[in-house]
């Protein structure tokens, strides 16, 4: 049985458990039409319910992976027959709840295949203090001291892991002028919102994206050393080489819904030899 929810604004406090920091299992979200706008299965992931005549396999990652309506993991699922690909996003999650998040679950299931993608967060703004110095929110210097320590210790304990890496609309041509000139209204396929401080714009991208560049660095070194594979997404979607940064992105953050197939097709692309 399931718990049956409209779609709202504020749908996180309905699916998520801040007690588990996890999802909530076997729940349906519903449109206003009655249509399905996703789910939860039994082990708290977005998808449908564990299918043991396929193989398992679980995509990991805050909102870039969590996605729009039931997101492009599944997309996976028609590529790669025999195989079940399960979403394992969840929205604002920081990387260490990510990765905690994969242990606990590789731990009671049998997962033959995961797809890590670090997120993120925790990035916090070098500005966001209060007038005193102290800091508003828990911060380091810029949230990846750990990671090079912390994304060895994973894989080492789950070799089946490929990492993806983080893509972003920012690129080195624009990253110094402001981009609040380039919004515009429209849906998750046709606008692009602005995501930051107005007041700290350019500073803001200028941190963000020196912080995720550091971020893919750090996770090619990692996978390097260790020998797991990688899947270059920031490569793949370098709005460098696209005409207008916003082709693929609704914010600097997040991929199109109308690209999502285009981000399974990479991705399968990259490990479908994995899944023979």
Known sequence: MKTVYSVTANAKALYYDPERAGLRPNLVFVAPDGSIVFETNELGLKGEALDPSRKLAVVWGDSVVFSHGRGWPCLLDRLAPGWQFLNGGIEGDPYKNILRRASELNARYSVALNLLMLG?????????AKPDGTAKAPRSRNGNEQLRTNLTGFLERTPNTVVLTMPTALNRDIVDRPLSPYLREGDEDTGFHFFGDFNRETE??????????????IA????????NRVVDLYAAFDTEREADFREHFTDVLHPRPRSYPLIARIVYDEIKDLLA
Do not use: D
Request: proline fraction near 3%.
């Open 204 to 217: 803001g991208q200028r941190e963000a994206f020196g912080y995720i560049l550091e971020r893919n660095v």
């Open 220 to 227: 090619r070194e990692v996978c390097a050393q260790l020998g």
């Open 120 to 128: 993120w967060h925790t990035f916090v703004p070098s500005w966001w």
